[in-house]
């Protein structure tokens, strides 16, 4: 099992003169699952749920697009990570619950600071990427053929 710890240590994010820098290890799988396509869907629904316990089928209706095969494999990811809670009740039909441990609530801040951003910065990056589509398209145009 790789350990997620590996290489970390006191002053191992630390660059030159002692500056911070942010030296992901990619094998811990981390910033993997973190940027995967539903992971932040996920958890910020459950976020919202404040600190209540969401059934699968709540979470499926809320994110919209996700299969349930992807909300199944995102959510089995994000427990074995300790990110988020499943709770089984012994009923018929079976019940499952899923929330946010204190882990999974310590990335709210976190998600809620790069939404902000997101929100504060969307029109920049509309005109950016406009920039860059006219800039590729007259690029496509003048090669010869």
């Not at 994010?13 to 811990?28: A, M, T, W």
């Not at 995967?36 to 499926?60: C, G, I, Y």
């Not at 988020?84 to 709210?108: F, I």
């Amino acid at each position: 099992m790789i350990r997620l710890d590996n290489g970390i240590g006191p002053g191992s994010l630390q660059g030159p003169e002692d500056k911070p820098q942010f030296r992901p290890i990619p094998s811990n799988g981390i910033c993997t699952r973190l940027g995967d396509k539903w992971t932040v869907h996920v958890l910020w629904r459950l976020s919202l749920a404040d600190e209540q316990r969401l059934r699968f089928s709540a979470l499926r209706k809320e994110i919209d697009g996700i299969t349930q095969r992807m909300l199944t494999l995102t959510l089995r990811n994000l427990e074995r990570d300790g990110l988020v809670e499943r709770t089984v009740y012994s009923e018929v039909p079976p019940r499952v619950e899923y929330a946010l441990t204190s882990l999974g609530e310590s990335l709210r801040g976190p998600l809620e600071a790069v939404r902000e951003w997101a929100d504060e910065h969307v029109h920049e990056v509309l005109a950016a990427r406009d920039r860059y589509d006219e800039g590729t398209s007259a690029r496509t145009a003048r090669q010869p053929s």
